[in-house]
């Protein structure tokens, strides 16, 4: 009898080709061109910026719209052209305002470019993480500014690449889990 060789034999794990025309800026055309519904309007108070976000990008199919931003304090709307600087500003506060440690979303260094999601199970069962996903696609798509906050080891997983040689004890930020991690490796070094 011959030998049968396995998909995984034939087919070892790739990542997909990019071609050279391919670019960031094709990329978010062809996500552009997704957006077919009509232009939604959104009115966000300064005082609320993170509720008002919540609230927009859990609805249904937020992303499949163009977006322009109006930005309202104490009650008065800011007259302001939306020529972008209204939708930048509206997502730099919403993006902030995920880093707050009420919020617990994320852990790492404050402020810097080494956070990771935590496990929160208010965030999770809220679906805040799926809202933040959809904002900063929104956001990328918009000429906004992005969410420039993550580890860039979360950054790798997020894009599939490997990432397990980068990571380091040093990343986990809780104490606790850090030193029971230590023992499990002094014990799987034991044997």
């Not at 249904?60 to 930048?88: C, D, F, I, N």
């Not at 959809?134 to 956001?139: C, H, L, R, T």
Request: charge should be negative; hydrophobic fraction near 40%; glycine fraction near 8%.
């Amino acid at each position: 009898m011959g030998h049968t060789e396995s998909k995984d034999e034939l087919a070892p794990e790739t990542k997909p080709e990019v071609k050279e025309e391919e670019s960031l800026n094709g990329v978010l055309r062809e996500l552009r061109a997704l957006q077919t519904q009509p232009t939604n309007h959104l009115i966000a108070d300064r005082s609320c910026v993170l509720e008002n976000a919540f609230s927009y990008f859990k609805s249904g199919k937020s992303e499949l719209s163009p977006l322009e931003v109006s930005m309202v304090t104490s009650g008065y709307s800011e007259h302001a052209k939306e020529q972008g600087g209204p939708m930048r500003e509206f997502f730099s506060l919403f993006f902030k305002e995920v880093l707050r440690k009420d919020i617990d979303m994320f852990e790492g260094q404050d402020h810097g470019q080494q956070l990771f999601p935590v496990n929160n199970a208010r965030a999770i069962e809220n679906h805040w993480f799926h809202a933040l996903g959809k904002a900063i696609v929104v956001s990328t798509m918009s000429g906004g500014p992005g969410f420039p906050y993550l580890a860039p080891i979360v950054v790798q997983y997020l894009r599939g690449l490997e990432c397990e040689h980068d990571l380091n004890i040093s990343m986990v930020q809780n104490m606790l889990l850090r030193q029971l991690i230590k023992r499990v490796g002094a014990i799987i070094n034991l044997t």
